[in-house]
Structure formats: C-alpha cells, structure tokens
C-alpha cells in the first residue's frame, strides 16, 4: 500500500515522498525502514530520518568525500565512522592512490541490509579487497587505534539525542588524533536554512580542534534542503587547489562514474551565499 513518507526539518517544516513499505526492523540500536518511492527508488530510513536513495545518493556520497579526497595530493588510508551502505566507502575507492578504506560501522543490520537491498548504493564495495569493515563503536575504535588515516569520513546520522557526543570536541579531538600529518576530517553539518544553531554550533566545535575549517554546501533532494559539510585540517585547504588541477587529479587517479563532482563542483562549493556567511564566520 503507498504511504507518504514524512521527514521533520524541524518543528515547522519538513519534506515528504510517496512509497511503498519493503522492510521493516528494530535492531539493538535502531529502527530501520526501507520504501520503494516512484522518484527516488528505494529509500533507507533509520529512527524516521532519511538516510540514503538509489537515485539521489550520488549528491551526498560524492560531496563528503570527493572534495577532501581531491584536494590531497595522495589519499592512501582512509577511516569511515559510521557510513555502513557504503555509499561513502565506495566513492574513497574510486581514488586509484587509496590502499585501504576502514568502515567502523555501529549496526551490523545496517550493513546487511545494505548489502541485500542498496547495491545501487555501495555498487558492490562490500567485495572490494581494499575494505575493511569492523563492526563495532567507532568511537571506541578512536580511542584504541594507533593507525593513521589521510581521510577520516564521519558518515553519520544527524546531531539529535545520543548522537550530539559524536559531534563534540572531544569526538573531534578523537579523529585528529588517528589523522596522518596533512589528512583531513570530512562530516555533514545539517541544513544552514533549517537547522542553522546546529550548523554554528558543529562548526564551532570543529575551530576548537582543527586550524582550518572550511564549509560548503550542496542541494540533497533526498534531505529537502540544501545541506552543509565541512572539511576540517590543520594544514590541507582545499580552497586552495584549482578546478584544472582537481580535473587533473580525478583522471590521474582513474576516478570515474562520477555524477556530480568536478573541477568546476570543487570551485563552486565554496562560494558561499551571504546569509550562510554569517552562520559559519
């Protein structure tokens, strides 16, 4: 039977899609829900929050990953707390420079249900040797590991409940610590329209622990909004590294089936609209 499919923004606004119901399921952690929706294929939905789509992944995956992946000048080990579709881990292994991509993913129901329902999603990347999936508490694994990471991806829900501890200095601090010399941190920060104290305060909370924090922004049908991210270093700036030069990159690298991300992208990303200028200043 079609159902509307209901996302709060906040307390005023939200989006909807029209679907069918596929699965349903409490796991330890979460209520996971998948719906086949005429727009956007399947959709994966945790605790009533959109997660990913078949149709419009590509916006999001390729925005927390390309523009920090790109503007390194040689992305070898990646960590993705969290990320458990695979959408996130599939685009670092489009980097021919990426050895090896770490998954730390909470819920192991999300994983296997990814693998079953969401291959247009991850493509497959569960069989790739370059991954590695560890099941478990990615902030425990941040406390415990002496590995070192060129891009560690925080690929996680929104900041509401128990998930604002992953959005602190004291998480932030955590990834910094497991960041080689000149890596970089990559996460989404929420819509600066919808949710702009959530936007400020992340991005506060990152300038407590990295040098530079550089914001950007991209339309997600999925999330109804145009939503941020951040890229967070001590010393990478991706401002810095032209159109040309990224262009450069991506064929070095053999990146392809890319559907949203280029040089011109890169560039674009950062131009910031006024309003969000003052949010994030």
């Known amino acids: 039977m079609t159902e ?3 996302e709060r923004l906040n307390d005023a606004s939200g989006v909807y899609f029209e679907g069918t119901l596929v699965e349903r399921r409490q796991t330890p952690f979460q ?3 998948v719906y086949e929706t005429p727009e956007l294929g399947r959709i994966f939905r945790l605790d009533g929050f959109n997660m ?3 149709r419009d992944e590509f916006f999001y995956h390729e925005a927390l990953v390309h523009p920090a992946a790109a503007a390194h000048p040689a992305p070898k080990r990646a960590l993705v707390i969290g990320g458990g579709d695979g959408g996130s881990s599939e685009e ?3 980097h021919s420079t990426m050895e090896q991509v770490h998954m730390a993913e909470l819920d192991p129901d ?3 249900i990814s693998k079953a329902q969401f291959a247009k999603v991850h493509n497959h990347v569960f069989d790739n040797p370059k991954l590695k999936v560890t099941v478990g508490d990615g902030l425990a694994y941040l406390r415990e590991t002496a590995a070192r990471y060129d891009i560690v ?3 996680l829900t929104d900041p509401v409940g128990p998930s604002m501890e992953l959005y602190s200095p004291a998480t932030f601090a955590l990834a910094k610590r497991a960041m080689a010399p000149g890596a970089a941190l990559t996460l ?9 104290d959530r936007v400020r305060a992340t991005m506060a909370n990152l300038r407590q622990v990295f040098a530079r924090v550089t914001p950007y922004f991209v339309h997600i049908p999925l999330y109804g909004s145009i939503w941020g991210f951040a890229i967070a270093s001590d010393a990478l700036d991706p401002k810095a590294v032209t159109p040309e030069e990224i262009d450069v990159r991506l064929g070095k690298r053999d990146v392809r089936d890319l559907q949203y991300y280029n ?3 890169h560039r674009a990303v950062f131009a910031l609209p006024n309003y969000v200028r003052k949010l994030v200043s």
């Open 31 to 33: 209520l996971l829900e």
């Open 153 to 155: 991806g925080m690929d």
């Open 4 to 6: 509307k499919i209901y």
């Open 188 to 196: 989404h920060l929420g819509s600066p329209f919808s949710h702009p």
């Open 110 to 112: 999300v994983i296997a």
């Open 52 to 54: 990913t789509s078949e």
């Open 92 to 94: 670092l292994l489009k």
């Open 263 to 265: 040089g011109e992208i």
